[in-house]
């Protein structure tokens, strides 16, 4: 069972939810940024040190919007099923149709949006290797 109280389990779990959003949004935003470099090269090649401090602040910002929902009441934390770690509270979806909205968006907008993107990046990344190492082979 959880040993250390509701707000720690808030914390933890608002924590383990930040951080994981968090880093598959860096990988996303990433993942543009190469396929940029690599696809488009006359975009890519502006990129510059500001743009990612951008895109890393954007990063967080997306994060920490997905964290708090569930502090400010859309969404829910709590023990997990096992009850010895914290994290969104999934039963809550099953009564409260609040909590199944926060869950629907999480999971359109923090796993298929940037799975999407990554996958979708990395196959023009692919397509494009494939087209230029045609045209190395022609000369």
């Known amino acids: 069972r959880w040993l250390y109280g509701k707000q720690i389990c808030l914390f933890y779990a608002f924590c383990g939810v930040l951080f994981g959003i ?7 935003l990433l993942s543009i ?3 940029l470099k690599i696809c488009f090269p006359a975009y890519g090649n502006r990129f510059r040190r ?3 401090q951008i895109l890393i602040a954007c990063a967080w910002t997306y994060a920490a919007i997905f ?3 569930p502090l400010a009441h859309w969404g829910e934390y709590g023990a ?4 010895t770690a914290c994290c969104i ?13 926060y869950t629907v968006v999480l999971f359109v907008f923090c796993f298929i949006l940037p799975c999407g993107v990554i996958v979708t990046s990395y196959s023009l990344i692919l397509v494009t290797v494939k087209e230029s190492r045609k045209a190395v082979e022609q000369h």
């Open 22 to 28: 968090c880093s598959l949004s860096t990988l996303t």
């Open 33 to 35: 940024v190469c396929c």
């Open 50 to 52: 500001e743009h990612g």
């Open 67 to 69: 964290a708090c929902s």
């Open 80 to 83: 997990e099923p096992y009850g």
């Open 89 to 101: 509270d999934w039963h809550s979806t099953n009564v409260n149709a609040v909590a199944l909205s």
